[in-house]
């Protein structure tokens, strides 16, 4: 089925951290857990939409929270309660929740916890631990503290938490399974360790994206069964896949 823009109003949109943003739209929507919607709030420039995860999806309404880091969502963070933005979605494969059971570590760094909530929700007869690593301060960590059986935070300055990265932290072999979203860099490492001691683990990449359907080849990553798009192929991919350059 071809995808197209939508349009939507937004019921929420409020700063939640420094630069960290959280918005929500009126409506129904769809999505699988790990899915995202490609949104814009302007008409000509910049030219392309930006690829924004799920964070939490009710009957009224679908929640994204996004950082700013360009113009684009620059402008996002300025709209106001009843001004109209265009989405289109869900886009991507998202993470198959029914088959992700027993023992799950979630291990995420900076906005890379964008997409946890809804997937943690989604997720059943499970016991789950969530990793989160930041710069400064955590954010939504409270609300993921309802559904998840331990938070474990960690701060590069130590100012919350433990100092240091959040692969420093946790030790895969005490899991079935490991969901990892964030840098690059903590990703590779994620990957390895889970490799090495035999745990499944899924990460959900992160790339800039002009289409966000898989038309032009502008979002492919490398990976051990050559290019694939991160867009349409993923955004979730097993790590053991991925080949990850950091």
């Known amino acids: 089925m071809q995808q197209v823009y939508v349009e939507g109003k937004i019921v929420i949109n409020k700063q939640i951290e420094k630069n960290i943003y959280m918005i929500s739209v009126e409506g129904k929507f769809e999505a699988k857990p790990g899915q995202f919607y490609m949104i814009r709030a302007w ?4 030219f392309l939409s ?20 360009g113009k684009g969502t620059e402008i996002l963070s300025k709209k106001n309660c009843g001004d109209a933005i265009k989405l289109m979605g869900p886009c991507g494969n998202g993470f198959d929740v029914d088959k ?13 916890i964008a997409p946890m909530l809804y997937t943690i929700k989604s997720i059943k007869d499970s016991k789950i631990d969530i990793f ?8 939504i960590t409270n609300e993921m503290k309802k559904y998840a059986d331990n938070v474990y935070i960690t701060t590069d300055n130590g100012s919350e938490g ?10 895969p072999i005490e899991y079935n399974a490991v969901l990892c979203c964030g840098p690059t860099v903590m990703m590779k490492k994620v990957s390895n360790m889970c490799l090495n001691s035999g745990t499944a683990c899924l990460i959900s990449m992160e790339e800039k994206m002009a289409c966000g359907v898989g038309a032009c080849l502008g979002c492919a990553c ?4 050559g290019k ?4 349409k192929d993923g955004p979730v991919f097993w790590g053991r896949e991925v080949i990850l350059s950091a």
């Open 43 to 46: 008409d000509k420039e910049p």
């Open 50 to 69: 930006r690829p924004i995860s799920v964070y939490d999806l009710d009957d009224e309404k679908i929640s994204f929270v996004y950082e700013v880091r």
């Open 100 to 112: 992700i059971k027993g023992k799950i570590a979630v291990v995420t760094g900076g906005i890379g």
């Open 132 to 139: 989160a690593g930041f710069r400064e301060k955590s954010y």
């Open 162 to 171: 433990y100092k240091g990265n959040v692969a420093e932290i946790f030790n």
């Open 222 to 225: 490398n990976t051990s069964d």
């Open 228 to 231: 694939k798009r991160v867009c």
